[in-house]
């Protein structure tokens, strides 16, 4: 929907309402306001800044400690070069793949992203909406804002659901339960949040489970007029999958401290046995950043790991994905499917993951940015960009199927995934 106003003579506003309700005002160039050309995620972080209250915006945008392996989470993928090639027939594109023997149009997943209804009203829901529409898998993370049920009831194919090792068995296989009720099509057990990083900004802020409002907070929310708008207009601002479900969480009140409790400190790989006895279906282990890891999580059963180290929230000075996936590649790649997490920001860096040997990847922050933009437009927006970046660079590189691509077309430095002993 386009609206228009006139200001004396020389002056024109217009802005677009989107289908997920959130308008984006245009601004002003002697006179006129034009709307913001949107070329690379980046853009959509700029419009996300302004637009969610800092809590949210630094509980996104943030790693622990000193954010070593937050920066270089994005930064090594930098040391990697592409090898353009020339004068090859670059017609009949596909980027269509799998991805644990689901169809997918990239080989990209939404990663789950805990609080994503906190970004955006009902930001599960519409993230999930988008990722459905232009064919990738939605990972669902068991701290949402929005429910399992709530997702499952927004949509109409099945998506993933994320869960972490809690103690609680009752609670974990009710869990599984819910996911196989609601025809969700893979678990992904997260296996590196035994207890939390520091991360300092939280702290600051006072983000927590529930978040402890401050007057600076508060105050800074009354600015962000959109984003309280959506939040005033939807019932879901709570956990989800845990209010009402999780023995003695019956309120928010109560919510701080089971979760003080409820993470599993003495987790083993026996542990994880017993979730893969709760769960039948395909199951992904989340969290893989050294090859003996890789090596446990194969022989638990798991259908695909993923190479991650929790967008560099947990383990500061940990190595980025990308510089830990070659090894990890030489240790099981032939046995399990592979996948990445943690620093894809566009569709070179789904490109070179891909060329190094990972079947799939995820994006978090990327398509956060989008949501808390423009709401499920601003998701769609996210993938659009990696889809056309990742199609043309595969092209330039000399490929016209993203399952063709291979090693060849990189330039990695020899020492970029063994230089320590």
């Given at each position: 929907?386009?609206?228009?106003?006139?200001?004396?003579?020389?002056?024109?506003?217009?802005?677009?309402?989107?289908?997920?309700?959130?308008?984006?005002?245009?601004?002003?160039?002697?006179?006129?306001?034009?709307?913001?050309?949107?070329?690379?995620?980046?853009?959509?972080?700029?419009?996300?800044?302004?637009?969610?209250?800092?809590?949210?915006?630094?509980?996104?945008?943030?790693?622990?400690?000193?954010?070593?392996?937050?920066?270089?989470?994005?930064?090594?993928?930098?040391?990697?070069?592409?090898?353009?090639?020339?004068?090859?027939?670059?017609?009949?594109?596909?980027?269509?793949?799998?991805?644990?023997?689901?169809?997918?149009?990239?080989?990209?997943?939404?990663?789950?992203?805990?609080?994503?209804?906190?970004?955006?009203?009902?930001?599960?829901?519409?993230?999930?909406?988008?990722?459905?529409?232009?064919?990738?898998?939605?990972?669902?993370?068991?701290?949402?804002?929005?429910?399992?049920?709530?997702?499952?009831?927004?949509?109409?194919?099945?998506?993933?659901?994320?869960?972490?090792?809690?103690?609680?068995?009752?609670?974990?296989?009710?869990?599984?339960?819910?996911?196989?009720?609601?025809?969700c099509s893979a678990a992904v057990i997260t296996v590196d949040l035994q207890m939390l990083g520091q991360r300092h900004k939280d702290l600051k802020n006072g983000l927590s489970a529930p978040p402890k409002l401050t007057i600076k907070s508060v105050a800074d929310m009354m600015t962000k007029v959109q984003w309280g708008l959506g939040m005033l207009g939807t019932k879901r601002r709570f956990f989800g999958n845990i209010v009402g479900h999780a023995k003695g969480v019956a309120d928010p009140s109560s919510l701080g401290d089971w979760t003080a409790q409820a993470f599993d400190d003495s987790l083993d790989w026996d542990r994880i046995r017993e979730f893969r006895k709760m769960w039948d279906g395909p199951l992904i282990i989340k969290g893989i950043i050294d090859p003996r890891d890789a090596v446990e999580a194969l022989n638990v059963g798991a259908d695909a790991i993923i190479v991650s180290n929790h967008g560099g929230r947990q383990l500061d000075g940990a190595l980025s994905s990308i510089r830990a996936l070659p090894q990890i590649m030489d240790a099981v790649g032939d046995k399990i499917e592979v996948h990445l997490d943690s620093g894809i920001r566009s569709g070179q860096d789904v490109l070179k993951a891909l060329a190094l040997g990972a079947k799939g990847t995820y994006i978090g922050r990327a398509y956060v940015y989008g949501l808390g933009a423009m709401g499920e437009a601003g998701v769609t927006k996210a993938l659009e960009l990696i889809h056309k970046e990742l199609e043309v660079s595969m092209a330039f590189c000399g490929h016209t199927d993203i399952n063709t691509v291979d090693r060849d077309i990189l330039m990695v430095p020899r020492d970029f995934s063994d230089r320590w002993q």
């Open positions: 929907m386009w609206k228009w106003s006139v200001r004396g003579c020389f002056s024109i506003r217009f802005a677009i309402t989107w289908e997920s309700g959130i308008t984006i005002t245009t601004r002003t160039l002697f006179g006129v306001e034009l709307m913001p050309v949107i070329t690379c995620v980046d853009d959509l972080k700029r419009i996300y800044k302004r637009r969610t209250p800092r809590m949210f915006y630094d509980y996104a945008e943030s790693g622990s400690w000193t954010e070593q392996t937050f920066r270089e989470n994005t930064t090594d993928f930098q040391d990697i070069h592409l090898r353009q090639r020339v004068a090859i027939d670059m017609s009949g594109r596909t980027t269509k793949s799998q991805m644990i023997g689901q169809d997918v149009s990239m080989p990209v997943a939404l990663a789950p992203v805990g609080l994503t209804g906190m970004q955006c009203a009902d930001g599960e829901i519409k993230a999930a909406r988008a990722a459905e529409k232009f064919g990738v898998p939605y990972t669902l993370s068991t701290m949402s804002i929005c429910s399992i049920e709530d997702v499952a009831e927004n949509t109409s194919k099945p998506f993933w659901l994320q869960v972490y090792t809690l103690k609680d068995d009752d609670f974990m296989q009710r869990l599984f339960d819910r996911a196989k009720a609601a025809k």
